[in-house]
T-cell receptor, first 112, second 115 residues
């Protein structure tokens, strides 16, 4: 059974800092990994999807990496802004249904 | 395309009442997932359909929960009778035909409060 852990649970940084969010998983037989953003009381916004054959994906100030052998992914946010404040979730697609198993998320606060 | 559509967006009901949550898939998608999000347990999979057929319902918490997919574009999740511990945000997600990379697209969720 896939288990996903996200560290840290909460992170507070001043505006402009670069930061890294971590996601680890126990079963390396994955199809893809998706990073999502969730604002309070809102739904999930997909940020990046990394296929199992890829090492990283970039979108604007976001860069996600994947290391299947070690069961780790990171989400790098460059030049953070107060608008980046949200909870970030990683979801691992694995299993016969290719369903997503989620971590508990990292709550990010970027201080102006 | 409008994306995955869920209704209602908010539902408040009393314990013991029947609740029906609805989901409309993105056109052309053939897989549907229902997830539940709570503070205690995070996001967890309830049930998965492929081509209208329930494939894995092992995440459905108990017999009070049932899900159907009467056609290729629509699904319902029913709770009968509802209990306060069912209070959560319920998301559905759809996925295109079984082609890599199997990306899921989420609806906005239904926030259910059972008093």
């Amino acid at each position: 059974k896939q288990e996903v852990t996200q560290i840290p649970a909460a992170l507070s940084v001043p505006e402009g800092e670069n930061l890294v969010l971590n996601c680890s998983f126990t079963d390396s037989a994955i199809y893809n990994l998706q990073w999502f953003r969730q604002d309070p009381g809102k739904g999930l916004t997909s940020l990046l999807l990394i296929q199992s054959s890829q090492r990283e994906q970039t979108s604007g100030r976001l860069n996600a990496s994947l290391d299947k052998s070690s069961g780790r992914s990171t989400l790098y946010i460059a030049a953070s802004q107060p608008g980046d404040s949200a909870t970030y979730l990683c979801g691992i697609s694995s299993g016969s249904a290719r369903q997503l198993t989620f971590g508990s998320g990292t709550q990010l606060t970027v201080l102006p | 395309d409008a994306g995955v559509i869920q209704s209602p967006r908010h539902e408040v009901t009393e314990m013991g009442q029947e609740v029906t949550l609805r989901c409309k898939l993105i056109s052309g998608h053939n897989s549907l997932f229902w997830y539940r999000q709570t503070m205690m347990r995070g996001l967890e999979l309830l049930i998965y359909f492929n081509n209208n057929v329930p494939i894995d319902d092992s995440g459905m918490p108990e017999d009070r929960f049932s899900a159907k997919m009467p056609n290729a574009s629509f699904s319902t999740l029913k709770i009968q009778p509802s209990e306060p511990r069912d209070s959560a945000v319920y998301f559905c997600a759809s996925r295109p035909q079984e082609t890599y990379p199997y990306e899921q697209y989420f609806g906005p969720g239904t926030r259910l409060t059972v008093t």
